[in-house]
């Protein structure tokens, strides 16, 4: 029997979870459909997920239709948890897109289709909640149309729309031939020298879907059934099976990493190719754990093994142990103990790419009276397992821990799973904007092992340029690799990494290229009769200390500025309130770039800076009567070029001032 691991993604509340339901319900799985008002859903099964009514967490559950064997994956549908869908997208199949029939289009619908086409998985698109009142057809339609504007082939139509009756009679009509056309010039000739034979437009439209050329669109309701044996019927015939040589090397990617009841970890892991087995030992990770591995001539790690001791996989809605799983399989894998998201099993796959914005926010995290900090930080750093963009920072000196977040309801979350799983009682700081530096030119240090009151028995120089945004930290070499121990040259290469997650003002420095100049180091030294004398040869601990204050003084030479997150917004408004929204979007530091009236609607589109996002949508409302659509989403960061540059409190020994950074590390301010 074939395979599908398929995506159920939409914006929140959509009803995506209530649509699990009734295909469980559908497939036989379920007896029962669960509700998610009352916390009974088979895939929400977080305390917190069944309280509040919406999917924080992604889950897999399996059910059976004719010829192929379908892993689901619902996924959540808040901004604030897009990371976790994020990691879900490279292993699907194909994927269902919810909209409601009664809001229709939201920004996340938009994020999540552009996301879906750039990664070229076949979607098919359910209206949802045609039995509400309120429920709508051709203007949902139209709406997909031109804000979604991707090629929509509908399957069918509604009828008795907002009603308990409300049904979804199936046909394909006159304008599939039109958009299937457009993209199959045999189709075309067919349609032009007569009719189109049924069969034929059918695997037209087959081929297309699963070429993520066209997207199908079919209406019902998760409440009551309606059109959900039609797209069960789309999900077999349209969308294509997991592919992938079951008697090929393993390549398996992590998507999911949770802690059993014992403490321990639990990774979720989609193989493409070969088979996995209890009791292999088996390489994972990136080939580089240490940090991005732009740029030739670094220093490159091996990869750590683990044994695996236990499998499971999805099976008619329950989880099944077995001793292998082959190629097309989503597993649970036990005995990994250092595994990661990410992270490659077997053969090192492509590095997980990020398909959505990282967090722009951060708070930090304040125990209540009795709660024990080291308790806390053991808690959040196992969180971080689960969600690597949570970023915990620890400021040792000011003994505060932070967190990056995307917004105020993930705040929540964190709160409350502390206090639920760890029983952790927290509160939070005002929430603040994540800033990075950039480079504005290059710059060169070096110190010389014994001269210049270096206290350290080491030689490193360094050189930093610009690199351009998205390609990450590259570290070359332009001296031998052989002139010392390999183990210095690592220990280089990883606190230059670590040294640029605070630049100048104190923020990550995400691209650049560093080189390593000058190096030199004193050989192992020992007396007559005596053991090896640490005081006359160099060891990791002289390069880790030297190399912050040389890249600093490297960085001081180069210069940085602080650039901050900027969001790309779409503002529909009434176009009489034009005049009244304009100062405040200047006010707030946005820059619209383009204005379009549409009879008595006005369209604005431009950038955003991403603290004032929220402000912005609390006025909105105000100024537009009500009436105002605003959607945004993070594009790219921007110099800061109004009012002070922001500084982030610095967690290391702080560089910036040799005489501070020698007092912390060696006690002593000179060498």
Not at 60 to 65: D, M
Not at 450 to 473: C, I, M, Q, S, W
Request: aromatic content about 4%; overall charge neutral.
């Amino acid at each position: 029997m074939h395979l599908l691991n398929l995506g159920i993604l939409a914006h929140v509340d959509a009803g995506k979870t209530s649509l699990t339901e009734r295909l469980l319900h559908a497939a036989g799985v379920i007896d029962e459909i669960g509700s998610v008002d009352d916390g009974s859903t088979r895939t929400d099964t977080l305390a917190l997920e069944r309280q509040r009514g919406i999917t924080i967490k992604s889950a897999v559950v399996s059910f059976p239709l004719d010829g192929v064997t379908v892993n689901l994956i619902d996924t959540p549908g808040h901004p604030d948890f897009i990371a976790e869908v994020e990691r879900v997208l490279g292993v699907l199949d194909g994927a269902v897109l919810v909209v409601s029939a009664v809001e229709g289009v939201q920004a996340q619908t938009r994020v999540l289709m552009r996301t879906l086409r750039r990664l070229r998985i076949p979607t098919l698109v359910f209206v949802n909640k045609i039995d509400r009142r309120g429920a709508r057809h051709e203007a949902v339609l139209a709406q997909l149309a031109r804000r979604l504007a991707v090629p929509l082939v509908p399957m069918g139509r509604p009828v008795a729309l907002g009603t308990r009756a409300a049904r979804f009679e199936p046909g394909l009509g006159p304008g599939a031939v039109d958009v299937l056309a457009d993209h199959d010039d045999a189709l075309l000739a067919a349609y032009l020298d007569g009719e189109v034979p049924d069969g034929r437009l059918r695997a037209a439209l087959a081929d297309q879907t699963r070429r993520t050329l066209v997207h199908p669109v079919y209406f019902g309701s998760a409440v009551t059934g309606a059109g959900v044996p039609d797209l069960i019927t789309g999900v077999e015939r349209l969308l294509p099976a997991a592919d992938g040589d079951p008697a090929g090397p393993l390549s398996a990617t992590v998507f999911k990493v949770e802690r059993g009841p014992a403490g321990e970890k639990i990774a979720y892991a989609r193989i493409f190719t070969g088979a996995l087995r209890v009791r292999d030992r088996i390489p994972f990770g990136d080939g580089g754990r240490e940090g991005d591995r732009a740029g030739g001539g670094g220093v490159k790690a091996g990869r750590p093994e683990g044994r695996v001791t236990a499998l499971s996989v999805a099976e008619r809605g329950a989880e099944l142990r077995q001793d292998s799983a082959g190629a097309g399989r989503i597993v649970k894998v036990w005995g990994l103990g250092g595994i990661r998201i990410g992270d490659a099993l077997g053969a090192p796959g492509r590095a997980p790419e990020h398909h959505f914005a990282p967090p722009t926010l951060e708070t930090v995290v304040v125990p209540g009276p009795a709660t024990d900090r080291r308790a806390l930080h053991v808690a959040l750093t196992q969180l971080a397992e689960q969600d690597p963009l949570i970023d915990v920072r620890h400021d040792e000196v000011r003994q505060e821990t932070s967190v990056s977040l995307y917004g105020e309801v993930q705040k929540e979350v964190v709160q409350a799973t502390l206090a639920d799983e760890y029983g952790l009682h927290v509160t939070f700081r005002e929430t603040t904007t994540i800033c990075v530096e950039r480079l504005t030119g290059r710059g060169a240090a070096v110190e010389f092992n014994k001269k210049d009151g270096n206290p350290f028995l080491a030689t490193v120089g360094l050189r930093v340029e610009p690199a351009p945004p998205g390609t990450g930290v590259g570290f070359r070499l332009e001296v031998e690799l052989g002139s010392m121990p390999y183990a210095f040259f690592k220990a280089v290469e990883d606190t230059v990494r670590e040294t640029l997650g605070q630049g100048l003002h104190g923020w990550r420095i995400p691209d650049c290229t560093v080189t390593m100049t000058h190096s030199g180091y004193s050989p192992r030294q020992s007396h007559a009769h005596q053991g090896f004398d640490k005081s006359m040869s160099s060891t990791g601990y002289d390069f880790r200390g030297l190399t912050p204050l040389v890249l600093t003084d490297a960085l001081r030479r180069a210069g940085t500025r602080v650039h901050e997150p900027m969001h790309r917004f779409r503002l529909e408004a009434p176009a009489d309130t034009l005049g009244a929204l304009l100062p405040v979007l200047t006010r707030l530091g946005a820059l619209p770039q383009q204005t379009v009236t549409q009879g008595p609607l006005c369209l604005l589109e431009g950038a955003v800076p991403a603290g004032r996002v929220h402000r912005l949508e609390q006025l909105l409302p105000g100024l537009t009567r009500g009436e105002g659509e605003l959607e945004s989403a993070f594009d790219h960061y921007a110099a800061v070029s109004h009012g002070t540059v922001p500084e982030r409190a610095r967690t290391d020994h702080n560089p910036l001032s040799r005489k501070e950074y020698l007092l912390n590390v060696t006690g002593r301010v000179s060498g």
